[in-house]
């Protein structure tokens, strides 16, 4: 069975940093196009960043962009997400996902979550003031 499991979630101080990962199994994720998302408490589920199959191109949400950076590891079968400074509204369980529908998406990096059918259970990250 296919499965994502994301890891590093925690309890930080605003303006910290924090690395999250996700580690792939029961399949290569190599060719498959992946995303961050994440869903605060009573919230909808966002897109925060996603990066194409090769990892040649990535997208970032506005808030995120220049703090947060995401990357993948095709050989060992893992997607990263850094983020630096660290706000308290980005409290949230976050997701990593994998999808092949991906060749419609800008430079085949999706933003809707439809995009992706392969969901880890998440990890939260709860950031004080």
């Known amino acids: 069975q296919a499965r994502l499991v994301e890891s590093g979630g925690g309890f930080v101080q605003a303006g910290d940093s924090l690395s999250l990962s996700c580690q792939g199994s029961?399949?290569?994720?190599?060719?498959?196009?992946m995303g961050w998302f994440r869903q605060a408490p009573g919230e909808e589920r966002e897109f925060v960043a996603g990066?194409?199959?090769?990892?040649?191109?990535?997208f970032y949400i506005d808030s995120v962009k220049g703090r947060f950076s995401i990357s993948k590891d095709n050989a060992k079968n893992a997607l990263y997400l850094e983020m630096n400074n660290l706000k308290p509204e980005e409290t949230a369980v976050y997701y990593c996902a994998a999808g092949d529908n991906y060749y419609h998406c800008p430079s085949y990096v999706c933003r809707e979550d439809s995009a992706y059918d392969i969901w880890g259970q998440g990890t939260l990250v709860t950031v004080s003031s």
């Open positions: 029961g399949r290569a994720f190599g060719n498959l196009g």
């Open positions: 990066i194409s199959w090769i990892g040649l191109s990535t």
